[in-house]
């Protein structure tokens, strides 16, 4: 498996970006896509994850109001809907692909190589 993140940029607060994961490999509908960032001297951090169960993807509740995760299992991509964007928010973002419905980074076996947002206040 293969992760190819794209999408980051130098934003003004306030603005919106499209983030987007590409996946490469067998049985993409079987994983759990993620998205986690990690700003200098943080810990990563959980943002949201959809298990492709049907149901509502589940999103951390410190964004859940402004970024939307969503998944196209025909084009094997996952994507991060970023919008109202803060200073805060300036990280690196990266996806994940897991077996686990879970927020903890650690369960998650494939990593992309991430993307930077930059928040301009």
């Known amino acids: 498996v293969q992760l190819q993140a794209s999408g980051g940029g130098l934003v003004q607060v306030g603005d919106s970006l499209r983030l987007t994961c590409a996946f490469s490999?067998?049985?993409?509908?079987?994983?759990?896509m993620g998205w986690f960032r990690q700003a200098p001297g943080k810990e990563r951090e959980f943002v949201a994850f959809?298990?492709?169960?049907?149901?509502?993807?589940t999103t951390s509740d410190s964004v859940k109001d402004r970024f939307v995760i969503s998944r196209d299992n025909a084009k094997n991509m996952i994507y991060l809907e970023m919008g109202n964007l803060k200073p805060e928010d300036t990280a690196r973002y990266y996806c994940?692909?897991?077996?686990?419905?879970?927020?903890?980074?650690?369960?998650?076996?494939?990593w992309g190589q991430g993307t930077q947002v930059t928040v301009s206040s």
């Open positions: 994940a692909a897991g077996v686990f419905s879970t927020r903890d980074p650690q369960h998650y076996r494939h």
């Open positions: 490999g067998r049985d993409f509908k079987t994983y759990v």
């Open positions: 959809d298990n492709n169960s049907g149901g509502r993807p």
